[in-house]
């Protein structure tokens, strides 16, 4: 991969409360090179949204990270608030599943945009920046885009506010988007349009995409690369190609066994059982409750990631699995 633009290292974050410390992302280390896009990848619960939320710094006040996030030689879980308030929506934008709770409900969309900007770009004038969001507005294939912009929230469709939430990603020129599921909430043709709008403006701009997803159609389609989650720790990691080619861990070889049709939610995935709840996480190897292949040592030790072709990681004691046949 050519020289990656976030580098990050054993991350945790957990949940302190009182004496007892959950681990809701545990030891979680990768890296993302511009002009790519990252799938993480995994069931409801397994923490992806508080990885990509570390790596902002937006987690709720009772959790702590540890780890380093290091991009353009500055970390991340180093940084001043201040500075890191500048990254976020500057060097890194962020979009979310429901825009709702992003948007302001009392602001027109056009005053949302371009406060956004002014903190951003100070010195342009008014009318320079009512421009720049209409065009950030058009940019996004929002139709009537002057329209739009005297709109409040409320007054536009799901698509349509998903739409104004990635314009609002984009006003600074993001190296990097973080999507966190973004068209979770959408009906399947919007969420296909919002996919590929988003494939094509990560093409013009070569800016990175981290994808969270729980669809692994919509990473077979729409990434480079993909990490699987599980219950904090990451199972299996590597080209796209690699994973849908040869999935080595059981919980990935269980996901490929039900994707849904893209944008299919009426089927839910279907592996046996759950995710382990936080305050019963098994010993050893997280998955091995769920898991068809385990063996006693899955059960009291926890499997560390190994590369099984350049590339492509897999945290099981059984991988690879030709070893094993
Ligand atoms: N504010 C919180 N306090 C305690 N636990 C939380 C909090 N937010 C999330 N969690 C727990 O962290 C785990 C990961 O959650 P999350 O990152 O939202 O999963 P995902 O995005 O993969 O569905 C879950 O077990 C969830 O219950
Ligand atoms: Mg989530």
């Known amino acids: 991969m050519s020289e990656p633009l976030l580098d990050v290292r054993n991350l945790s974050t957990s949940f302190v409360n009182g004496s ?5 992302v545990d ?24 990885l990509s939320l570390s790596l ?56 949302q945009l371009s406060e956004a900007l002014k903190l951003h770009f100070p010195d342009l004038t008014t009318a320079e920046r009512q421009q720049r969001v209409i065009e950030g507005l058009r940019r ?24 104004v939430m990635i314009a609002m990603a984009l006003a600074c020129e993001p ?22 709008l988003l494939r094509d403006l990560q093409q013009d701009t070569g800016m990175a995409v981290i994808l969270i997803t729980h669809d692994l159609g919509v990473v077979a389609e729409f990434a ?8 904090g720790r990451i199972v299996e990691r590597g080209e796209v190609g690699a994973i849908f080619s040869d999935p080595q861990h059981p919980y990935t070889i269980g996901l490929m066994g039900s994707i849904p049709q893209l944008g299919n939610q009426d089927r839910l995935l279907e592996i046996e059982g759950t995710v382990p709840a936080l305050s019963a ?3 050893g190897c997280r998955f091995a409750p769920r898991c068809v292949f385990a063996g006693p040592r899955c059960s009291d030790q926890s499997p560390a990631p190994r590369e099984v072709t350049a590339g492509h990681a897999v945290a099981c004691h059984f991988a690879p699995l030709e070893d094993h046949a």
């Open 175 to 196: 190296d990097l988007l973080i999507a966190d599921e973004p068209t979770t909430a959408l009906d399947v043709t919007v969420q296909a349009e919002i996919l590929s």
């Open 281 to 283: 996480m098994p010993p």
């Open 224 to 231: 480079d690369e993909a990490m699987v989650m599980y219950a």
């Open 56 to 111: 902002i710094r937006l987690i709720p006040d009772s959790a702590r990270t540890r780890g380093e996030i290091l991009i353009g030689g500055e970390d991340l879980a180093r940084v001043s608030s201040e500075r890191m308030r500048q990254i976020r929506g500057g060097k890194i934008g962020m979009i979310f599943q429901e825009p709702m709770t992003s948007l302001n409900p009392i602001m027109t969309v056009g005053a």
């Open 20 to 24: 007892t410390e959950t681990t809701v």
């Open 140 to 163: 996004v294939r929002l139709p009537a885009p002057e329209t739009q912009f005297h709109r409040y929230p409320h007054e536009l469709s799901g698509g349509m506010r998903q739409r």
């Open 27 to 50: 030891d979680v280390s990768f890296s993302i090179a511009l002009g790519h896009t990252l799938a993480i990848v995994g069931e409801s619960g397994c923490g992806k949204s508080i």
